[in-house]
């Protein structure tokens, strides 16, 4: 089958006649639009005299980057859905509870992806259960991006490559591979740690494009995912 099943609730996402090379254009364009303007807000929105007191030295940076971050992706997602529809489609549908195998693939993928991070790459994994402040906000900042993330990644590619026509694992690939992309800031010095966050991430994208399909195109599920994995560990591995 070539295209994704249809959601429960929505418009349908099967092919609709239009090209294979149109739709493979457009994603890739309209992803990397996304991807640069999400990381050049992050980075030149300097928003440090805005985070709360309790946030000090990198924490502060780190803050500040993911508030800059999130509202940027959100903005975005909200900007591009005045224009395509497969964006307003995939808002609609990130309410949507999907199925119980759609839920079980996202917990299994972030599991396994929460757990590479905190006994590869934390120094002290202990610290993510550590109660203050600072762990709130820091995880909370950034959850966001649960929900733009997979509206973008998961829901507009996706939908528009189905409607191409494209066959499934190529709507999986260019999602996974896009999402991957837009993690490219989390790349350190050595080669495991240039290499997981883009094979580990485009992994974890894949697994989470596989629960959509499962979840008949609702989003719910990774959505809700996502989120938890970023509130988990995110916070621990940019401040590592």
Known sequence: MSSIPQPEAGEPLFPDGTSKTSAIVEVIVIGAAFIVLAHAAAVGLRLETLMPAFLQGPSRTVGATFFAGAAAQIALVLAFAIVFKDVRRAIVNSLQFGTIPAWGAALIAISIHAATIAFFFLDDPVQ???????????????AFDGWSQEVFFRGYVIYRLARGGLPILAQIAVSALLFAAIHVGYIGDDLLSVIWPMFGTAVLGGFLAW??????????PVVFCHAVLIVIVQPWLALS
């Open 211 to 220: 629960s959509v399909l499962l979840a008949r195109g609702a989003l719910l």
């Open 128 to 142: 993510i259960f550590e109660p203050s402040r600072r762990n709130l906000f820091l995880s909370i900042a950034p």
